[in-house]
């Protein structure tokens, strides 16, 4: 350090001089990991520019239609297993390969910390998981949408919406905390593996099987006080309906339940009588009114806010902030949380 | 290394080289320790040393004396190392003035802990054989009482005319004697320490 | 400050068994500490709690006074070399130096490569394909280019031939001479220590049957010929005989003082090795009763 230095620099540059160290380290350390993601998420976007070419933009033509209902469909359903790949392969042995070779034992006791080793690590990889979906998402998107004005797509299409550059950066990084909390958590290599295989697999069923996704916002929505839309809701016998963020209720005033829609349809529906169902099934709100129920509509988010977006936000941003939290939980150490024990 | 072994009072001399000056120590006094009860040892142990001093002049920073260790002699080791020290200086291969060998390069050699050397150097300092400069390394000050072999002869002839036989003649065995001479020595050392507490007071 | 390392009554139990059993000792600054035992009876645990690796389930250690194992300070200041020196999953010997460098703030890089070539060990070589010795040579130069004050090892020399483990001590009292580090080691073999060590904890089923400084406890101890009886009247009240194997039979019994007491023709010295295994051995036992 030069006198020239003014103080309020020097501590900073004191306090980020381990970042400056560790970096390339961890860099050397993990450069097969960093250069497979590399390679793979490249591939990818080679293929995608390579198709991009071929059809041009924008174009009617058979061609594009060829495009759009083979190729494109199956390339952006594999692009959208990448944050899969990510989590078993990449993730997944990051920490657990030293836990089950034992090597866990000299980093853990080095100068710098597990803790800084682990967040530096996932950040390296998040940050390269980041820079390299962006560019392969905004070459699907542009293909899709270039073909859209002839197929009548919009962006909640499922395999539009999670091609796009912000979700397949979001699902990349999930992906890859998966596998790190798996990998420490389970601290053996295959188990972690098929661990992680299983958590990825229920995570998907869980995002493209709507019941459960509704499910999960019925819950949420029970939770949360829910104001945009309607007057605050009362008590009541509730039927409620979903569209992404958005909730239909229809209640009464009696006791209180909420039940989906799904609910009503397996429970309720076939104690209605058959005019009664007709009514239902062909004018909903009618039908539902004339069964006592009234009308409520909510979302969870305000309009103003693209509520699917939000949504998504949402729940993705709460399960990365979860999966860190549990990450740094399962690893434990570097106890400068606990109070020192002074010398008597 | 030369090892050159002697038994009884015979000198034994394998290929000497002339142009490099090389002594050896012949321990006459009886050094052991019972480590089985069932056994005593007398042993007579010669400590060749290797006194590496070429002919055209040691270098000047390197003591010219090195330690060798006898680990199975039963002797503790910073007593081999003062003995060594005064056998040096009575044949005169060490002289006032002379450098010991610095702490880490003993122990480095010899493999064993500091303060085993520590405690050797500090015993030649309290007998004033050595004195110690901080940062500077341990000196010689002074030579031990210089004990001419012929004088250590008489001494061990009359020990053994004198004491050892009657006492052997009563029945005292090895063990017995060398643990009365321990014992004796260490009631020495205790009155003449209680000694010079109560002279300090 | 001084204690290097202060352990109080720890314990520490895993899901099926108990590993250590409140343990107490205290590790002096500059010390030479040997952890003796069998295997299994707790040696590895004792050092990974002190490397922070685990935590005590009860009782506290503290390194140099007041550090928590495994905090940041506590981490700038002790290396740890677990057994047969697992290093960084790096591919070469190359790699882990650069690795090791980037993990620690004071790393003294050249001073490790010296080592390496002085050891004949390829930087370009393996990892995975270096020897066992090798492999261990390689973690303690990483955790020596550290210089930390306090140096914790895992069997270093188990996988060391006869020359390296030489070399290895030598050096290690070097360094010890130099800068004062303080280390302690754990060692199933016990011919070595007595030169090396300046202080012993022996553990015997997850507890710590001995720990002090081997001068003064070597002081303490003598042999004695005899069966038990004997060894306890040539005791005299002033000490207690360790040794309870084969009560009856003549047998070499270590018996230890409350103080050293004076030449006796009756007792021996004992060594290291003798006081290692008595303690090791120990098994109670009532007068007139078979040992258990």
């Given at each position: 350090?030069t006198?020239?230095l003014?103080?309020t620099?020097a501590?900073l540059?004191i306090?980020?001089?381990?970042?400056?160290?560790?970096?390339p380290?961890l860099?050397?350390?993990?450069?097969t990991a960093?250069l497979?993601?590399a390679?793979?998420?490249?591939?990818?976007?080679?293929?995608?520019?390579?198709v991009l070419?071929?059809?041009g933009?924008?174009?009617?033509s058979?061609?594009?239609?060829?495009?759009?209902?083979a190729?494109l469909?199956n390339?952006?359903?594999?692009a959208?297993?990448?944050?899969?790949f990510?989590?078993?392969f990449?993730?997944?042995p990051l920490f657990?390969?030293?836990?089950?070779?034992?090597?866990?034992?000299?980093?853990w006791t080095?100068?710098?910390g597990?803790?800084?080793?682990v967040?530096?690590?996932?950040s390296?990889?998040v940050?390269?998981?980041?820079i390299?979906?962006?560019?392969?998402?905004?070459i699907?998107s542009?293909?899709?949408?270039?073909?859209?004005?002839?197929?009548?797509?919009?962006?909640w299409i499922?395999?539009?919406?999670?091609?796009?550059a912000?979700?397949?950066?979001?699902s990349?990084?999930?992906?890859?905390?998966?596998?790190?909390?798996?990998?420490?958590?389970?601290?053996r290599?295959?188990?972690?593996?098929?661990?992680?295989?299983?958590?990825?697999?229920?995570?998907?069923?869980?995002l493209?099987?709507t019941?459960?996704?509704?499910?999960?916002?019925?819950?949420?929505?029970?939770?949360?006080?829910i104001?945009?839309?309607?007057?605050?809701?009362?008590?009541?016998?509730?039927v409620?309906s979903y569209?992404?963020?958005?909730?239909?209720f229809?209640y009464?005033?009696?006791s209180g339940?909420?039940?989906s829609?799904?609910?009503?349809?397996?429970q309720i529906?076939?104690?209605?009588?058959?005019?009664?169902?007709i009514?239902?099934?062909?004018?909903?709100?009618?039908?539902?009114?004339?069964l006592?129920?009234k009308?409520?509509?909510?979302?969870?988010?305000?309009p103003?806010?693209?509520?699917?977006?939000?949504?998504?936000?949402g729940?993705g941003?709460?399960?990365?902030i979860?999966?860190v939290?549990?990450?740094f939980?399962f690893?434990?150490?570097?106890?400068?949380?606990l109070?020192r024990?002074?010398?008597? | 290394?030369?090892?050159?072994?002697?038994?009884?009072?015979?000198?034994?001399?394998?290929?000497?080289?002339?142009?490099?000056?090389?002594?050896?120590?012949?321990?006459?006094?009886?050094?052991?320790?019972?480590?089985?009860?069932?056994?005593?040892?007398?042993?007579?142990?010669s400590?060749p040393?290797?006194?590496?001093?070429a002919v055209?002049?040691?270098?000047?920073?390197?003591?010219?004396?090195?330690?060798?260790l006898n680990?199975?002699s039963?002797v503790p080791?910073?007593v081999?190392?003062?003995?060594?020290?005064?056998?040096a200086l009575?044949i005169?291969?060490l002289?006032v003035g002379?450098?010991l060998p610095?702490?880490k390069?003993?122990?480095?050699?010899?493999?064993?802990?500091?303060?085993?050397v520590?405690?050797?150097?500090k015993?030649l300092?309290t007998?004033?054989i050595a004195?110690?400069?901080?940062?500077?390394?341990t000196f010689?000050?002074?030579s031990?009482?210089?004990l001419?072999?012929?004088a250590?002869?008489?001494?061990?002839q009359?020990?053994?005319?004198?004491?050892?036989?009657?006492a052997l003649?009563?029945?005292?065995?090895?063990?017995?004697?060398?643990?009365?001479?321990?014992?004796a020595?260490?009631?020495?050392d205790?009155?003449?320490?209680?000694?010079?507490?109560?002279?300090?007071? | 400050?001084?204690s290097a390392?202060?352990?109080?009554?720890?314990?520490?139990?895993?899901r099926?068994?108990t590993?250590?059993?409140?343990?107490?000792?205290?590790?002096p600054?500059g010390?030479?500490?040997?952890?003796?035992g069998?295997?299994?009876a707790g040696?590895?645990?004792?050092?990974?709690?002190?490397?922070?690796l685990?935590t005590?389930?009860?009782?506290?250690i503290?390194?140099?006074?007041?550090?928590?194992?495994?905090?940041?300070e506590a981490l700038?200041?002790?290396a740890?070399v677990?057994q047969?020196?697992?290093?960084?999953?790096?591919?070469?010997?190359?790699?882990a130096?650069?690795i090791?460098?980037?993990?620690?703030?004071?790393f003294d890089?050249?001073?490790a490569v010296?080592r390496?070539?002085?050891l004949g060990?390829?930087l370009?070589?393996?990892v995975?394909?270096l020897?066992?010795?090798h492999?261990?040579?390689?973690?303690?130069?990483?955790a020596?280019?550290?210089t930390?004050?306090?140096?914790?090892l895992?069997?270093?020399?188990?996988?060391?031939?006869?020359i390296?483990?030489?070399?290895?001590?030598?050096?290690?009292?070097?360094?010890?001479?130099?800068?004062?580090?303080?280390i302690?080691?754990?060692s199933?073999?016990?011919?070595e220590?007595?030169r090396?060590?300046?202080?012993?904890?022996?553990i015997?089923?997850?507890?710590?049957?001995?720990?002090g400084e081997i001068?003064e406890?070597?002081?303490?101890?003598?042999?004695?010929?005899?069966?038990v009886t004997?060894?306890?009247?040539?005791?005299?009240g002033e000490?207690?005989?360790?040794?309870?194997?084969?009560?009856?039979?003549l047998a070499?019994?270590?018996?230890?003082?409350?103080?050293p007491p004076l030449?006796?023709?009756l007792?021996?010295?004992?060594?290291?090795?003798?006081?290692a295994?008595?303690?090791?051995?120990?098994?109670s036992?009532?007068a007139?009763?078979?040992?258990?």
């Amino acid at each position: 350090m030069t006198t020239t230095l003014s103080p309020t620099v020097a501590p900073l540059t004191i306090r980020t001089k381990w970042l400056a160290r560790l970096l390339p380290g961890l860099l050397r350390l993990h450069r097969t990991a960093l250069l497979s993601v590399a390679a793979i998420y490249l591939a990818f976007i080679s293929i995608a520019l390579i198709v991009l070419h071929q059809v041009g933009h924008p174009r009617v033509s058979i061609l594009a239609n060829q495009v759009f209902n083979a190729t494109l469909y199956n390339f952006a359903t594999y692009a959208e297993y990448l944050p899969v790949f990510v989590a078993v392969f990449i993730g997944a042995p990051l920490f657990a390969r030293s836990y089950e070779t034992g090597t866990f034992r000299f980093a853990w006791t080095q100068g710098v910390g597990r803790r800084r080793i682990v967040a530096t690590t996932i950040s390296i990889f998040v940050l390269e998981l980041t820079i390299l979906s962006f560019p392969l998402g905004i070459i699907l998107s542009r293909l899709w949408f270039d073909l859209s004005p002839q197929f009548a797509l919009n962006i909640w299409i499922d395999h539009v919406f999670f091609t796009s550059a912000w979700m397949m950066a979001f699902s990349s990084v999930i992906g890859l905390l998966t596998g790190v909390l798996m990998g420490i958590a389970v601290r053996r290599l295959l188990a972690a593996l098929a661990a992680t295989t299983v958590v990825m697999v229920v995570m998907f069923i869980w995002l493209t099987w709507t019941t459960f996704f509704h499910e999960t916002l019925l819950w949420v929505a029970k939770a949360m006080p829910i104001t945009y839309g309607g007057p605050a809701v009362i008590k009541g016998n509730y039927v409620a309906s979903y569209n992404f963020s958005f909730i239909n209720f229809f209640y009464t005033d009696k006791s209180g339940h909420l039940i989906s829609q799904s609910q009503f349809y397996s429970q309720i529906f076939p104690k209605l009588t058959r005019a009664q169902s007709i009514r239902v099934s062909d004018h909903p709100v009618a039908g539902l009114a004339r069964l006592g129920l009234k009308e409520w509509q909510g979302a969870l988010f305000h309009p103003r806010f693209h509520e699917v977006l939000m949504t998504w936000i949402g729940f993705g941003s709460v399960t990365a902030i979860a999966l860190v939290v549990a990450i740094f939980a399962f690893l434990g150490g570097n106890d400068r949380m606990l109070p020192r024990r002074r010398h008597p | 290394m030369l090892i050159i072994r002697c038994e009884g009072g015979e000198e034994v001399d394998e290929n000497l080289d002339s142009s490099r000056d090389y002594r050896f120590a012949y321990l006459a006094s009886q050094k052991f320790s019972t480590n089985h009860l069932s056994e005593a040892r007398h042993q007579r142990y010669s400590f060749p040393m290797e006194l590496d001093k070429a002919v055209n002049g040691a270098q000047s920073d390197q003591s010219p004396i090195r330690f060798r260790l006898n680990a199975s002699s039963g002797v503790p080791t910073y007593v081999q190392l003062i003995n060594q020290v005064e056998q040096a200086l009575r044949i005169g291969y060490l002289n006032v003035g002379d450098r010991l060998p610095r702490i880490k390069e003993v122990v480095e050699s010899l493999a064993i802990n500091p303060n085993t050397v520590l405690k050797a150097y500090k015993e030649l300092e309290t007998k004033g054989i050595a004195s110690g400069r901080p940062g500077v390394g341990t000196f010689i000050v002074a030579s031990p009482p210089a004990l001419s072999a012929e004088a250590f002869d008489k001494l061990r002839q009359e020990f053994i005319d004198g004491w050892l036989k009657s006492a052997l003649k009563v029945g005292l065995d090895h063990a017995d004697i060398i643990t009365l001479v321990q014992s004796a020595l260490e009631t020495l050392d205790h009155s003449s320490s209680t000694l010079t507490s109560q002279v300090s007071q | 400050m001084t204690s290097a390392i202060q352990i109080e009554a720890v314990s520490r139990r895993f899901r099926r068994r108990t590993a250590l059993r409140s343990v107490t000792a205290t590790i002096p600054m500059g010390s030479v500490t040997a952890l003796v035992g069998s295997n299994g009876a707790g040696k590895t645990t004792l050092l990974n709690l002190m490397a922070g690796l685990l935590t005590p389930s009860s009782g506290t250690i503290s390194i140099f006074d007041n550090l928590i194992p495994g905090s940041m300070e506590a981490l700038g200041k002790v290396a740890y070399v677990a057994q047969d020196g697992p290093v960084s999953t790096s591919r070469s010997v190359g790699d882990a130096v650069h690795i090791a460098r980037a993990f620690n703030i004071s790393f003294d890089f050249d001073a490790a490569v010296l080592r390496l070539q002085r050891l004949g060990i390829d930087l370009k070589q393996r990892v995975s394909k270096l020897s066992g010795g090798h492999r261990a040579q390689l973690a303690i130069t990483l955790a020596l280019a550290r210089t930390p004050d306090l140096l914790v090892l895992d069997e270093p020399l188990s996988s060391l031939d006869p020359i390296a483990r030489r070399d290895l001590l030598g050096e290690l009292m070097g360094h010890c001479a130099e800068s004062g580090m303080t280390i302690i080691f754990s060692s199933h073999v016990i011919a070595e220590l007595e030169r090396i060590a300046s202080h012993l904890v022996l553990i015997k089923d997850g507890e710590a049957v001995v720990a002090g400084e081997i001068d003064e406890l070597l002081g303490q101890h003598r042999i004695f010929m005899g069966s038990v009886t004997e060894a306890e009247l040539v005791s005299n009240g002033e000490g207690s005989v360790i040794s309870q194997t084969h009560p009856v039979t003549l047998a070499a019994r270590v018996i230890r003082f409350d103080v050293p007491p004076l030449a006796n023709a009756l007792l021996a010295p004992a060594t290291l090795e003798d006081l290692a295994y008595a303690y090791l051995e120990h098994t109670s036992f009532v007068a007139g009763e078979l040992p258990k």
